[in-house]
């Protein structure tokens, strides 16, 4: 990350202090105002996503998975 100094009057240096939020930088209140971060991913969409799959296809994830973990353990212990 590079660092910048700018010059800031007063009163817009206040005006940032206003729109701080807890645990904020004065230099994120600037990325948030200008739209340079991007808010999290809400990944709540994903839950239950896969409540109506068979339940063959847990069975076949299970057996992989395992298969999957005994291979990884024969090659490494």
């Known amino acids: 990350m590079t660092l910048k100094t700018i010059k800031l009057k ?18 994120d209140v600037i990325e948030r105002l200008l739209g340079i971060i991007k808010e999290p991913k809400n990944i709540n969409k994903f839950f239950g996503l896969w409540k109506d799959l068979p339940a063959e296809f847990f069975k076949i994830m299970e057996s992989d998975r395992k298969e999957i973990r005994n291979e990884i353990n024969r090659r490494f212990f």
């Open 10 to 27: 007063e009163e817009a240096y206040k005006k940032l202090l206003e729109r701080k939020q807890d645990g904020e930088s004065v230099s």
